[in-house]
């Protein structure tokens, strides 16, 4: 069970809008920590995709955007590509547990 | 280039040890905090532990508290984790991951090793 909880799967066709969720509580988003997103490939290791909410490290499209409100945040991917097919986490701190936590990660189908 | 690089992963019995290694390159080691960080095969990523640019500071998660050790040798430019009383849900990829530099509201991993494959089976 994640400290943080994400859909399980989303899926979307080729060029569409989607969105990912990731809920908290008050000990981790909701204390005000931020939250960063990592996209990882089949196989691969995770990558940084949103740091501190909504900013993106150089190389990662504007297609990606991440916002955050109250105790949760939300990724969004526009324009859908079949290359975007991958599991996506988001990660905070978590105060009672002086540590990073993840989301269970949810994994992306383009149709 | 920045690097991490996993190492020291294999086949252990239950109960039995290992330790991990990650060696880095490309950056001022020293200067940044670090963490480890778990998949289990099929499952979402886990942080497992965090230890401060001087060691000074290290926190575990309760799965592994008593039974994990995480040290670094910053002339060495590397990073351990020494895993005692191993069970089987511990079988993981263990990565090393880097904390971005300057980060106030609650750390990101910016740069992260391949991973090294740890089985505890019998």
């Known amino acids: 069970q994640s400290v943080l909880t994400q859909p399980p799967s989303v899926s979307g066709a080729p060029g569409q809008r989607i969105t990912i969720s990731c809920t908290g509580s008050?000990?981790?988003?909701?204390?005000?920590?931020?939250v960063h997103w990592y996209q990882q490939l089949p196989g691969t290791a995770p990558k940084v995709l949103i740091y501190?909410?909504?900013n993106r490290p150089s190389g990662v499209p504007d297609r990606f955007s991440g916002s955050k409100s109250g105790t949760s945040a939300s990724l969004a991917i526009t324009g859908l590509q079949a290359e975007d097919e991958a599991d996506y986490y988001c990660q905070s701190y978590d105060s009672s547990l002086s540590g990073s936590v993840f989301g269970g990660g949810t994994q992306l189908t383009v149709l | 280039e920045v690097q991490l690089e996993e190492s020291g992963g294999g086949l252990v019995q239950p109960g039995g040890s290992l330790r991990l290694s990650c060696a880095a390159s490309g950056f001022t080691f020293s200067s940044y905090e670090m963490n480890w960080v778990r998949q289990a095969p099929g499952k979402g990523l886990a942080w497992v532990s965090y230890?401060?640019?001087?060691?000074?500071?290290?926190y575990y998660a309760d799965s592994v508290k008593g039974r994990f050790t995480v040290s670094r040798d910053n002339a060495k430019n590397s990073l351990y984790l020494q895993m005692n009383s191993l069970r089987a849900e511990d079988t993981a990829v263990y990565y090393c991951?880097?904390?971005?530099?300057?980060?106030?509201?609650?750390?990101?991993?910016?740069?992260w090793g391949k991973g090294t494959t740890v089985t505890v089976s019998s």
């Open positions: 991951a880097r904390v971005a530099p300057g980060y106030n509201y609650g750390y990101y991993m910016d740069v």
């Open positions: 501190g909410n909504n």
């Open positions: 008050s000990s981790n988003i909701g204390a005000g920590y931020d």
């Open positions: 230890i401060s640019s001087s060691g000074s500071t290290i």
